[in-house]
C-alpha cells in the first residue's frame, strides 16, 4: 500500500476525474470512480484528505505520470502508514 495526503480538496477531486476519464469510470463492472469523492474522503484531524491505495494503483498512467509531478511540487505528500493509521483513528497527524 501507498499512502498520500492532500490538503486540497479541489486537487484531489480533480485528479479521482481526471482518472475516472481515463479509465473510463463509471463502469459496466459496477465501479463507479477510482477513489472516494472528497466529500466523504478521510481525513486527518487538520482536515486534510488521506488516501490509501495499492501499490500498483500509482503505476497506471496517467496516475505513473501525475503522482511525482504532484509530490515534487509539494501539493502531495507520501506518508507513512503509521501516519495513515493514526490519521484515520482520529489520532492526529
Known amino acids: 500500500m501507498r499512502y498520500f495526503r492532500t490538503d486540497s480538496d479541489a486537487l484531489y477531486e480533480g485528479i479521482r476525474q481526471q482518472l475516472d476519464a481515463s479509465w473510463g469510470l ?3 463492472l459496477g465501479t463507479v470512480t477510482c477513489i472516494q469523492p472528497a466529500a466523504s474522503a478521510p481525513r486527518d484531524s487538520e482536515g486534510r484528505i488521506v488516501l ?4 500498483e ?5 496517467p496516475a505513473s505520470d501525475l503522482l511525482p509531478q ?15 493509521a493514526a490519521a484515520v483513528a482520529g489520532d492526529g497527524l
Do not use: H, K, R
Request: aromatic share 12%; hydrophobic share 45%.
Open 70 to 84: 504532484l509530490i515534487q511540487g509539494g501539493m502531495v505528500a507520501e506518508i507513512t502508514a503509521g501516519e495513515y
Open 52 to 55: 490509501a491505495v495499492d501499490d
Open 26 to 28: 463509471p463502469n459496466d
Open 57 to 61: 494503483f500509482a503505476t497506471w498512467p
